[in-house]
């Protein structure tokens, strides 16, 4: 709907962890979003405070990431930011206020006024 192509878009993850407020990475969703995503050609970073380095997993192999800091300006640099898992140590405002498309999986946009699009999904 923006116009860009997914090959090429910088896309920043937000938590790969389970579940919030974890650092147990196993059967996490994060990693086949992962593959699909650098599969299709985007720029894939992430960002979890429980969770520095995205582990070597038996089924993914390596991804080669690790957490990024989260500032204004990474937010709006980001061509798109997925919500993956809803830490409660993420400000969940800064994103509304600097992303501007965000892919929200975990309804943490509600009720928030974003300055960009957000899709649901």
Same mark, same amino acid.
């Given at each position: 709907?923006?116009?860009?192509?997914?090959?090429?878009?910088?896309?920043?993850?937000?938590?790969?962890?389970?579940?919030?407020?974890?650092?147990?990475?196993?059967? $996490?969703?994060? &990693?086949? *979003?992962?593959?699909?995503?650098?599969?299709?050609? +985007? /720029?894939?970073?992430?960002?979890?405070?429980?969770?520095?380095?995205?582990?070597?997993?038996?089924?993914?192999?390596?991804?080669?990431?690790?957490?990024?800091?989260?500032?204004?300006?990474?937010?709006?640099?980001?061509?798109?930011?997925?919500?993956? $898992?809803?830490? &409660?140590? *993420?400000?969940?405002?800064?994103?509304?206020?600097? +992303? /501007?498309?965000?892919?929200?999986?975990?309804?943490?946009?509600?009720?928030?006024?974003?300055?960009?699009?957000?899709?649901?999904?």
């Amino acid at each position: 709907h923006d116009g860009k192509p997914l090959k090429g878009s910088d896309v920043l993850i937000l938590g790969i962890a389970y579940k919030p407020n974890v650092d147990d990475i196993r059967e $996490t969703p994060a &990693a086949e *979003i992962v593959r699909i995503l650098e599969e299709a050609g +985007a /720029k894939v970073s992430y960002h979890d405070p429980h969770v520095a380095v995205f582990p070597s997993m038996r089924r993914y192999g390596s991804f080669d990431l690790s957490s990024e800091d989260l500032t204004p300006e990474r937010l709006a640099k980001a061509d798109c930011v997925m919500v993956v $898992t809803d830490h &409660a140590a *993420i400000s969940w405002d800064m994103v509304a206020k600097h +992303a /501007k498309l965000v892919v929200d999986t975990r309804n943490t946009m509600a009720g928030r006024d974003c300055a960009g699009r957000v899709v649901r999904a």
